[in-house]
């Protein structure tokens, strides 16, 4: 099992570890409630050094990523970055990223750490068609930190030059100190909350996290990281997206620009869209009972109508909470249905998401 450059720091202050996209990572130390918590109403941390980082450089660079995903990384300036998925031909999900544009012709592609081979492999088969586009795999030199939480400003202004003022949300700033040690620092998170996300040369990582620790950030783990990615109803790859889910089904609609000229799936998801969706995830709420991908969801008469995608206690709504995958005339707020947990028909309640949305 791979490891990160905190991996034995993890240990050694007693997180509860598992195996994540071929990593050993923490899933809490205290509680992922407590957890939880910290990163609504204060501040918190994570590693995620397993997430995979490509290099994109060359005169062609922006037409080919253009090409490669849904959305328009062409249009973003320098120190900006966008979401986006990236898809097959058929429609289906290869996976869903970050793209940073460094420069002119100089990007940074962040990529879920399951999906590294098998996104390197399809991204270099896809630039043979633009012969000036120079890739490179720098996962293994980089690590990442992600601080989040109303605080995370506060914190890391005193440990750097730059004004976080000046900063918003999905910019980014290369190569600027942050307790002395150079950073790729940017406005960006997988929480719902305000925060940051460090890229930092693997083997400075474990200083800076270690500085964050003493100014008493917690650590948080995988556990919490999901309940709080699934209250701001952020797709997780693997379960709202997937090779047989398209960025349309997921609702991710807004990130897929038929506007441009092409890209590699837009004939499917463009059908998809024209003849109108079969499925849709939407946002379900649980009378008793704990939600799991794959379970099966019911209409009232007991039908079957889709599948759970991503369930969990929703440590800020005090309630369990799902998303779910059903036939797409169930997708509206307000419908009654039914998952079976345990051979027992749980009644939930279809309601408008995102679950939490933080106060502005």
Not at 207 to 220: D, Q
Not at 230 to 256: C, K, M, N, Q, T
Request: proline share 6%; net charge negative; aromatic share 10%.
């Amino acid at each position: 099992m791979k490891t990160t450059p905190l991996t034995a720091w993890h240990k050694e202050h007693g997180a509860k570890m598992m195996e994540f996209g071929g990593y050993d990572m923490p899933v809490e130390y205290q509680g992922i409630i407590q957890e939880h918590e910290a990163v609504r109403h204060a501040v918190g941390m994570f590693d995620v050094s397993h997430m995979a980082e490509f290099l994109i450089e060359g005169e062609e660079s922006p037409r080919f990523l253009d090409d490669l995903v849904t959305n328009t990384p062409s249009q973003l300036e320098s120190g900006q970055a966008l979401y986006t998925p990236m898809c097959y031909p058929h429609g289906g999900t290869v996976d869903d990223l970050l793209i940073y544009r460094i420069a002119p012709q100089k990007f940074l592609m962040v990529v879920n750490a399951a999906n590294h081979d098998k996104d390197w492999t399809w991204i270099v088969e896809q630039a043979q068609k633009y012969p000036s586009i120079q890739l490179i795999d720098v996962s293994e030199e980089t690590a990442l930190i992600a601080v989040q939480g109303p605080l995370a400003k506060d914190l890391i202004q005193p440990l750097t030059s730059t004004n976080l003022d000046t900063l918003d949300y999905y910019h980014a700033a290369f190569d600027v100190p942050v307790n002395n040690i150079n950073v790729h620092l940017s406005r960006t998170g997988y929480t719902g909350e305000d925060g940051f996300e460090l890229y930092v040369k693997a083997d400075q990582a474990l200083a800076l996290w270690e500085k964050f620790y003493e100014l008493g950030v917690k650590p948080v783990g995988l556990g919490a990281r999901d309940t709080l990615r699934l209250e701001a109803r952020l797709p997780l790859y693997g379960h709202e997206l997937s090779e047989d889910i398209s960025p349309l089904e997921a609702g991710l609609g807004i990130f897929v620009k038929f506007d441009k000229t092409d890209f590699i799936g837009r004939e499917a998801l463009w059908n998809q869209k024209t003849t109108g969706l079969t499925r849709k995830i939407v946002g379900i709420t649980l009378e008793g009972g704990i939600a799991r991908s794959g379970y099966a969801v019911s209409n009232a008469e007991g039908k079957p109508i889709g599948v759970i995608t991503s369930g969990s206690y929703s440590p800020t709504l005090k309630k369990p909470i799902a998303l779910a995958l059903v036939e797409s005339s169930y997708a509206k707020p307000g419908q009654h249905f039914s998952v079976m947990i345990r051979n027992r028909a749980v009644p939930t309640l279809s309601v408008k998401t995102p679950f939490y949305r933080r106060p502005i």
